[in-house]
């Protein structure tokens, strides 16, 4: 069984930054894709970001590339988002998932996915 606690969400300004933060803990060992996923109220989940299980591929949706960067310390299972450059567009809860793969290339679509957080919400307002 796979836990994903996320944290680091809040209200933050146009323009602001926030950095999000989800530790992933299991009872089996393995190598695990990580990402964010969020949605917005109304509207379907999308895909933000995703990194392999040793950091050698990344992806990130087009909408965020240039101010969102993932990244992942393996030490303690840890994986960021970083958000800068905040828009009130960026609204919305934000997912960890994961599942376990061990190769460098990282899926977009929510179903790939094994484990999901509970979220966290992001609010970017004035």
């Known amino acids: 069984q796979v836990q994903l606690v996320e944290s680091g969400g809040g209200l933050v300004q146009p323009g602001g930054s926030l950095r999000l933060s989800c530790t992933l803990s299991a009872q089996t060992f393995g190598p695990y894709v990580m990402g964010w996923f969020r949605q917005a109220p109304g509207k379907e989940r999308e895909f933000v970001a995703a990194?392999?299980?040793?950091?050698?591929?990344?992806n990130h949706a087009d909408s965020v590339k240039g101010r969102f960067t993932i990244s992942r310390n393996n030490g303690d299972f840890t994986i960021y988002l970083q958000m800068n450059s905040l828009k009130p567009e960026n609204t919305a809860v934000y997912y960890c998932a994961a599942y376990k793969e061990a190769n460098s290339v990282v899926h977009t679509i929510p179903r790939r996915y094994e484990s999901w957080g509970q979220g966290t919400q992001v609010t970017v307002s004035s």
């Open positions: 990194i392999s299980y040793d950091s050698s591929g990344t």
